[in-house]
DNA sequence: CTCAACCAATTTTTT
DNA sequence: ATTGGTTGAG
């Protein structure tokens, strides 16, 4: 807060919201260092060089937005209008806002030390650990996750049984954390709810009750990061204006999908600092009468895509962008609609499709660099033939001299990666799932991390909770219970009840285990927050989690389980241990507080280092902001992308439109659109439909190596809605195009097709009723002859199970498998 | 209190 | 199909 602004000028009686374009200011702008604006077009130059109180980029995908924010924060630090510790950049990811910050340093160098730059909730929790003590909670408040916060809310439904109400936990944590990205609290959502309605009534409870826990246990939740930031800034603005004076310059990224907390933190960092007024800005201290009475606020600068809006089912507010010149009158617009990633004609479709969407202000993503490759569609028999063409198709590219790291393979739901995972691996295809069930979600690490919880923070009882049974003690929910109480009673932390492990009135065995688990913790304690108040090593945490592994008996709890599944656990906490080893080597000052928040806050810890030399697979949401030579696009089908629950959501069907785009804009220079005709989930077999999505792409930019046609036998509706051109394959690959770069080889002409015909029926067909029992031989083109073992469903949707002489046993879907009766 | 067996629900996307 | 939760026996 002692920092001088360079650039900070006393602006005698400057009204609290700057108006008009007041251009750029004097000795700025002009001064631009040439290399940074090399290579960017005009649009770019502005983005990086205008001056002014708000500045919005509209960016779309693939528009160089990256490289210009980084210009824009290297110019501002070149120029020495700003110091790295006036400048906050916002990212959406942890990953993001560390390439943010590598990309800077290429720029200017050490410099830039000091700047942060993170996400919402990095940036929150680095603000709420340093004011903490002001409102109740101590500075090693614990996180908590969505897994977290769900097993209280767990708990509290149970409680109250709001469960008679209708209330699922998964209902009540969702409505919470809408609300809480409202900004609204227990107290004020009960105040305008109807109470008449008794389900309202006990939400209210629950809500409040969820609310105190997680202050007695002196954690935030998700939601709570950002939320609690806001009321802070909002109830002592004194503590407000030291961040206000501090961040001069404040530049968000991915604005689209920013939500009302995250919204209304900007407004409040961007105020004026001093103008608050009021009673509370008196007491404010001596640094009212230091400062002038008022001071400029803090330049804003957002980078958004209303066409990559994809996170309105979390709150996001698209109204945040697209009202951004209301909110910040005299706002500087700035266009970026040349592309610099994708071939016209992933462009042309991905433009073709998001013009669907009615309620969108026009723009045309363009670029230069010409037609490029056809998008390649292929429709699969099943989920795991279509992997196969994915694999297969990964494996010539490949060949074709395509790194595997500038592959992706893109997918509406996680589940979706399992059948790729298990082609891949036996295709020997290297690859790596990013997000999905992560690291930190497994249930040994939360229990280790529980474990370290129990150390930092001693209040948070969730934690205690989770572990004071694993591994197991003969500790249950009763002795749970009379612990809880003892304390509630004695007016001390679960935590500390375990010290009086006599006084509880249990049997002697649960007291020698609780006793035995209390001087665990307290050696674990000593070693990682040493008494004294001298610094632990930077090793402590590493073997502080060691130590509380092994001398609680949980590694060798694992060690004698005959669960195979216990041993990869085992590596598993292996590799946590090798993290906080990593942890200390890059953070020789971190502390266990810093290690928790760290490995809270980043969703994958792994994806940065070996993400190399393997395919990517992850969801579209993940894909966001990331580019690929070759992009895999899979699934696409009705009730998948638009998933089928977005039917009911009003902007949902649209939404899904932009979350197919992100997908599409993504390639640089292949894309291939695959789907399924049949598709397994919850173990039943059921038929899929082609994407509306594939309808909007016009028929020339798409080259169907097989098209649903080719499979599905009623092909007559769908095959005239895709625009399927069986046999005429031959016209679109196989000559020297355009796509040089991978070598002639790379397209083979027609071996994919014979390749396929083996596996997937190439031929109209339709088995209409077919008769089938128990016992009837028949023969199958790939397969060959077989008995029929059973048959199971009905309809379009009935199955053979056959027992066949060379393969064994397979399912098959009666209506449209290549099978004949003998 | 623990374990085995059965049953239910799950699959939208994430910091 | 998998997983998590519940139930009842030991």
């Known amino acids: 807060m002692t920092d001088v602004s360079p650039a900070a000028r006393p602006a005698a009686s400057v009204p609290l919201i700057v108006d008009g374009d007041r251009g750029p200011r004097p000795g700025s702008g002009t001064r631009v260092d040439e290399d940074l604006l090399a290579g960017l077009n005009p649009e770019q130059r502005e983005a990086v060089t205008y001056r002014g109180q708000a500045l919005l980029i509209v960016a779309g995908a693939g528009s160089g937005k990256t490289s210009v924010l980084t210009r824009r924060i290297a110019s501002l630090l070149r120029n020495k209008e700003a110091w790295p510790s006036q400048i906050l950049a916002i990212t959406f990811t942890n990953k993001a806002a560390g390439e943010m910050r590598e990309r800077v340093h290429q720029l200017v160098g050490d410099r830039s030390q000091g700047m942060w730059i993170s996400t919402f909730h990095s940036a929150c929790v680095r603000i709420l650990r340093r004011e903490a003590e002001q409102f109740g909670f101590t500075r090693s408040f614990t996180i908590y996750d969505s897994g977290d916060s769900r097993a209280l809310v767990k708990r509290l439904v149970k409680e109250h049984e709001a469960d008679a109400y209708g209330l699922t936990p998964s209902a ?129 600068t957002v980078v958004g895509d209303s066409d990559q809006s994809i996170y309105a089912f979390r709150g996001a507010d698209i109204r945040n962008i697209s009202e951004f010149e209301r909110d910040f009158p005299g706002a500087k617009v700035v266009l970026l609609e040349q592309n610099y990633r994708s071939t016209q004609n992933i462009l042309s479709a991905a433009n073709a499709v998001i013009s669907h969407n009615f309620d969108r202000k026009d723009k045309r993503l363009w670029t230069d660099v010409g037609a490029g490759e056809k998008i390649v569609g292929f429709t ?203 942890f200390a080597r890059n953070n020789p000052e971190g502390t266990i507080v810093d290690f928790l928040t760290e490995v809270a806050l980043v969703s994958d810890a792994d994806d940065l280092e070996d993400a190399s030399g393997s395919v990517s697979l992850m969801t579209m949401h993940t894909a966001k902001g990331l580019e690929y030579d070759a992009v895999f696009l899979t699934g696409v089908e009705e009730d998948l992308i638009p998933h089928r629950i977005s039917a009911g959501e009003p902007g949902g069907p649209q939404e899904e439109r932009r979350l197919f785009y992100v997908g599409v804009t993504r390639a640089r220079k292949r894309l291939y659109l695959t789907l399924a005709m049949t598709r397994a989930q919850f173990g039943e077999v059921s038929v899929a439909m082609p994407s509306r999505f594939l309808q909007e792409i016009p028929s020339e930019l798409l080259d169907w190596r097989q098209s649903p046609g080719d499979v599905n036998s009623r092909g007559g509706t769908q095959s005239r809605a895709l625009n399927a051109r069986r046999g005429s394959a031959g016209s679109g690959f196989g000559g020297s195009g355009s796509g040089r770069r991978y070598g002639d080889d790379l397209v083979p002409k027609s071996t994919s097709l014979e390749k396929f015909a083996n596996r997937v029926p190439a031929k109209v067909r339709d088995n209409g009723d077919m008769e089938l029992a128990p016992g009837d031989r028949i023969r199958h083109d790939d397969f060959g002859e077989g008995r029929i073992d059973a048959i199971t469903g009905e309809g379009a949707k009935r199955v053979a199970h056959v027992r066949f002489e060379k393969v064994g046993m397979k399912k098959l879907l009666v209506k449209i498998a290549p099978i004949a009766k003998l």
């Open 380 to 582: 699969g028999y099943s989920q795991h033939d279509e992997a196969q063409f994915v694999a297969d198709e990964i494996e010539v590219l490949h060949k074709g001299g395509v790194p595997y790291d500038q592959m992706a393979v893109f997918y509406r739901t996680n589940s979706q990666s399992r059948a790729l995972e298990e082609i891949f691996i036996r295709a020997a295809v290297p690859y790596k799932i990013m997000g999905g069930t992560k690291f930190y979600e497994r249930a040994e690490i939360k229990d280790a991390l529980a474990y370290l919880v129990a150390v930092a923070n001693p209040a948070d009882e969730m934690a205690m909770r989770r572990i004071i049974n694993k591994p197991r003690r003969g500790i249950g929910d009763v002795t749970i219970e009379t612990i809880s109480r003892y304390a509630a009673d004695e007016q001390i932390t679960f935590r500390d009840a375990l010290g009086n492990a006599s006084d509880l009135g249990v049997g002697p065995k649960i007291q020698a285990a609780i006793a035995h688990l209390d001087a665990v913790l307290a050696e674990a304690s000593d070693l990682m927050l040493p008494a004294s108040g001298e610094l632990p090593p930077p090793t402590a945490v590493a073997e502080g989690l060691q130590l509380l592994l092994t001398k609680s008996g949980y590694y060798d709890a694992l060690r004698a389980s005959r669960d195979p599944q216990d041993e990869a656990r085992i590596e598993n906490l292996d590799e946590l241990v090798a993290v906080a080893r990593e």
């Open 172 to 300: 009540v944590q969702g409505k919470i954390s809408k609300l809480k990205n409202e900004l609204a609290d227990a107290e004020s959502y009960a105040r305008s709810a109807n109470m008449n309605d008794p389900a309202e009534r006990v939400f209210c409870d629950v809500f409040g009750a969820y609310q105190r826990e997680l202050q007695r246990a002196n954690a935030f939740d998700f939601d709570d990061l950002i939320a609690q930031t806001v009321y802070l800034f909002r109830a002592f603005p004194q503590v407000a204006d030291v961040y206000r004076r501090r961040f001069r310059h404040i530049l968000v990224d991915e604005y689209q999908d920013t939500n009302h907390s995250q919204y209304a933190l900007i407004h409040e960092l961007t105020r004026p600092p001093g103008s608050d007024g009021g009673p509370i800005a008196e007491s404010g201290g001596m640094m009212i009468f230091d400062a002038p009475a008022t001071e400029e606020a803090a330049s804003l």
